[in-house]
């Protein structure tokens, strides 16, 4: 059975469901989920990502991680972690750039965060000099320090998308028509986690509601706050999202949300003050939010860029032309992703992040 049939035989059985239990299904379905069954990433794959764009991105990552370190005096031992670490191409590149700092590695307890077993099979590939281990969720880790990377890991988690209505909201849900699935709306209740967006919205706008991610966030700002440490979360997305951002993508192009469920990549846009309101809750983390292209030129990829392309010459200095590019432009990356910093009060912020 397809995991379409699945979900009409649940539909037809107990109703519509919401856009997050659709999206749980297709993304980590045991056995039909698009993270759970394959290594989707790459050229090959359906996207790629800024890590496996250039080795570039992951070392910039691991240094302001490391300089965070020196800057809150070198707490030891602590948790480096990774949510959602794809092939692990980027804490490869972090720990390599990082070995530079003396300490830092051998302080470092490695943790991933990771939910397929694909992609944990990477992992342990790409870092097994580093001993790492596998978590379930940031809850699962000791109380120690906590050093964080996300890179398009939020985007991923199952989000929850409401219609406004006069009063109050009108869930978006999936049901069916005849065998085919549709997009529905159920009936309007009041949703308190939304009550501040009754402000900036009208009767007919869509806004979207992360419920897991604001769970990781808060997690992450607590131990931050408490234990000392960071956190950089980098990804799409805006301060404030509103419309519906939900897309599908499979072989680098666009296709239907509801076309070929567990065959696509399915995301959404991440919304950055719910995630800092989330990681600041009482007693929580300090945040700061900077667009990529910026973090990293503040970081010093040029310079980067051009110690590599002096190093390799010939054609692969093109390559390192281009991703720079790829990575930093306002028309690429550069604008549309972010990176979010949290910090505990009173520490100096990850460099690179805006005042
Ligand atoms: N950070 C990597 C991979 C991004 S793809 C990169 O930049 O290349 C999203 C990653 O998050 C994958 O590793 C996926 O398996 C993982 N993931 C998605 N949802 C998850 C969840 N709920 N729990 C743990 N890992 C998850």
Same mark, same amino acid.
């Given at each position: ?36 069954? /394959? ?22 990552? @691991? ?5 965070? $370190?020196?800057?809150? &005096? /070198? ?17 490869? &590149? ?48 000791? !109380?120690?320090? =906590?050093?964080?990377? %996300?890179?398009?890991?939020? !985007? ?9 209505? &006069?009063?109050? $909201?009108?869930? /978006?849900?999936?049901? =069916? ?6 997009? @529905? ?14 402000? &900036? ?15 990781? %966030? ?25 419309? !519906? ?12 949300? =509801? !076309? ?7 995301? %959404? ?14 007693? @929580? ?7 990529? @292209? ?62």
């Amino acid at each position: 059975m397809s995991l379409k049939d699945l979900l009409a035989a649940r539909i037809r059985q107990s109703g519509p469901i919401s856009v997050a239990d659709y999206m749980a299904d297709c993304l980590m379905h045991p056995e039909h989920g698009y993270y759970a069954t /394959r290594d989707p990433l790459g050229v090959a794959g359906d996207f790629t990502t800024a890590p496996e764009i250039s080795q570039m991105f992951g070392e910039l990552i @691991g240094l302001a991680l490391a300089q965070t $370190w020196l800057d809150q &005096d /070198r707490l030891a031992p602590f948790s480096l972690a990774e949510l959602g670490p794809g092939r692990g191409t980027l804490m490869a &590149d972090a720990l390599r750039a990082a070995a530079r700092v003396p300490g830092f590695a051998e302080a470092a307890r490695l943790v991933l965060v990771e939910a397929s077993p694909v992609l944990r099979a990477a992992q342990a590939t790409a870092l097994e000099s580093h001993s790492p281990v596998w978590a379930n969720s940031l809850g699962d880790l000791p !109380d120690r320090p =906590l050093f964080l990377i %996300a890179n398009e890991f939020f !985007d991923a988690l199952p989000l929850r998308q409401f219609e406004r209505g &006069d009063t109050g $909201w009108r869930e /978006r849900r999936i049901g =069916l028509d005849g065998d085919s699935l549709i997009f @529905g709306l159920g009936g309007e209740t009041e949703v308190p986690a939304l009550t501040h967006r009754l402000e &900036d919205t009208r009767p007919g706008d869509l806004v979207e509601l992360c419920p897991a991610g604001l769970a990781i %966030a808060a997690e992450a700002g607590r131990r931050i706050a408490r234990q000392g440490g960071a956190a950089l979360i980098i990804d799409y997305g805006d301060w404030r999202s509103l419309g !519906d951002t939900l897309q599908a993508v499979q072989g680098h192009k666009p296709v239907g949300v =509801l !076309d070929d469920p567990g065959e696509a990549d399915l995301t %959404a846009h991440v919304d950055f003050e719910a995630l800092a309101l989330a990681a600041a809750e009482p007693g @929580g983390a300090y945040s700061r939010l900077t667009p990529q @292209g910026v973090f990293l030129e503040r970081l010093g990829i040029t310079q980067r860029a051009q110690a590599l392309a002096a190093a390799h010459g010939g054609s692969s200095q093109a390559e390192v032309a281009a991703a720079h590019r790829r990575l930093t432009h306002p028309a690429e990356m550069g604008n549309l992703f972010k990176v979010l910093g949290l910090f505990p009060q009173g520490a100096a912020p990850p460099p690179g992040l805006n005042t």
